[in-house]
């Protein structure tokens, strides 16, 4: 039985993810930053834990070594760890290096460090699925006006490209889902609420089926990409959106 790690289980899009693969019939190990939150986010999933800064390398070898220890080489990873880290939109001057910086180590350095650490064991058994969660921000300007976030989803979007250039030989398929607008933690309910009733009906006004995603809607994507019929697929970004691209 394969394994599955998952990423960002307390933003609410990965834990849907974990117990998706779980219910695929996946062996399902999940991470995320240390703290109360993750622990009742994995108390809730009933799966093997490991909390780690993602963000930093030497976190992530020795979560990657843990992993290993215990259950086996994951051969799938699912980078779900990201967001705004608390952040709103604030004018680009006024945009401090600390907060850019945590925003690209929680979105775009974490999806690398883990590939770094798991492409050798995924190269050696021939085979692997890494899938990203980026956004319709990586797309385009992102509704949140936060420049650190819009920049790290690209950023997140390209390096899924470069991957699957790279480890694809070794078949290894790296690809990304792009969620639109779901309503999964505090972040998004937060914006959500900002927009007010006339904003709230507009951005539905737009989505082709119109009602915003759940999170259950992201995972079923992850699955597919993660499963057998998604075999010769890398190197793209499916967008989930209702239509909204």
């Given at each position: 039985m394969t394994l599955a790690l998952v990423t960002g289980i307390v933003g609410g899009i990965g834990a849907a993810i974990a117990r998706r693969l779980a219910d695929d019939g996946f062996d399902v190990v999940v991470s995320d930053r240390p703290g109360t939150a993750f622990d009742d986010?994995?108390?809730?999933?009933?799966?093997?834990?490991y909390a780690a800064d993602l963000g930093r390398r030497a976190d992530v070898e020795r979560l990657v070594a843990a992993i290993t220890?215990?259950?086996?080489?994951p051969g799938v990873l699912v980078n779900s760890a990201g967001g705004v880290c608390?952040?709103?939109h604030q004018a680009v001057d006024k945009v401090s290096e600390e907060d850019w910086r945590a925003v690209f180590?929680?979105?775009?350095?974490?999806a690398f460090f883990l590939a770094q650490a798991l492409a050798p064991a995924m190269r050696a058994q021939g085979s692997g699925r890494i899938v990203t969660i980026s956004s319709g921000a990586g797309l385009k300007p992102s509704?949140?006006?936060?420049?650190?976030?819009t920049a790290a989803k690209h950023a997140l979007v390209g390096l899924t490209r470069q991957l699957a250039l790279e480890l694809g030989p070794a078949g290894i398929t790296v690809n990304s889902v792009a969620p639109g607008f779901v309503l999964s933690n505090d972040a998004t309910r937060r914006q959500w609420d900002s927009y007010g009733e006339a904003g709230q009906q507009?951005?539905?006004?737009r989505i082709h089926l119109r009602r915003l995603g759940q999170p259950e809607d992201i995972a079923g994507a992850v699955s597919f990409l993660a499963g057998?019929?998604?075999a010769w697929i890398t190197g793209q970004v499916l967008c989930v959106d209702g239509g909204h691209t």
């Open positions: 986010a994995a108390a809730a999933l009933g799966l093997p834990a220890q215990a259950q086996g080489a608390g952040q709103v180590a929680a979105n775009t350095d974490s509704l949140t006006g936060i420049q650190a976030y507009a951005m539905v006004g057998a019929d998604a």
